[in-house]
């Protein structure tokens, strides 16, 4: 007999207990309330597991993303620092509230003020102003890093023979310090100031904007 011909009863109710299991197909039997038990289960089995597949998913792409908003945010504090450290490296700090910084040798005018103010300042105002303080800087923070003239923060670009310091200060004979026969506006195409050594003595003086000097910046004392 082929177990599609077997006719499977709808209900498992014997009079008789000795009948149970004297046929061999009713060990196929399932009960149709049995089976719509097992399916459930199967499918709530199912769905518990895919639900917490999901939450395991979740969890992994919030974690990874916020790992990676944590390294970023990290590598942008660090590199931040270096380039704070780096724009303060060799700044040398005065009394007089400013900190002094020597670039030497080969930048014009033009150039010497963008490095200045690249490193939080501009070329130097208030220490070339007081002759005390001029003199302590360029014998004890110029002298020892450059022997070239050096840029400084005063020229008279907007208007021939009007000198004015960077900070917007008039250039007068109490705060400044030209050499005898300076400025001379010499051939007619000198408009930047600068400080030189001549005679053991420094002067200061006006020149061709694009010579190639040292450059002499001053920013207030930094506070980190
Ligand atoms: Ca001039």
Partial sequence: MSKDNVEVPMTRQYEDSSLQHTNIMDYNYVSPTMGKGWKCIIVLTFLISFGA?????????????QRGKLETAYRIHIESQLKNLSRDIGWVQLYNGFQYLVKHGGSTYFDARRYCKSKGGDLAVSG?????????????????????STWIGLNDLNEEGSWVWVNGDPVTRENSKFH????????????????????????????????????????HIQYI
């Fill in 180 to 219: 005898p026969g300076q400025p001379n506006n010499f051939n007619g195409n000198q408009h930047c100031g600068y400080i030189s050594k001549i005679n053991g003595q420094f002067v200061m003086a006006d020149h061709f904007c694009e010579s190639p000097f040292s450059a002499l910046c001053e920013r």
């Fill in 53 to 65: 597949l999901a939450v395991g998913v979740s969890a992994f792409v919030v974690n990874y993303t």
């Fill in 128 to 148: 070339m102003q007081d002759n005390n303080t001029r003199e302590y800087i360029l014998n004890n923070i110029l002298e020892p890093k450059t022997l070239y």
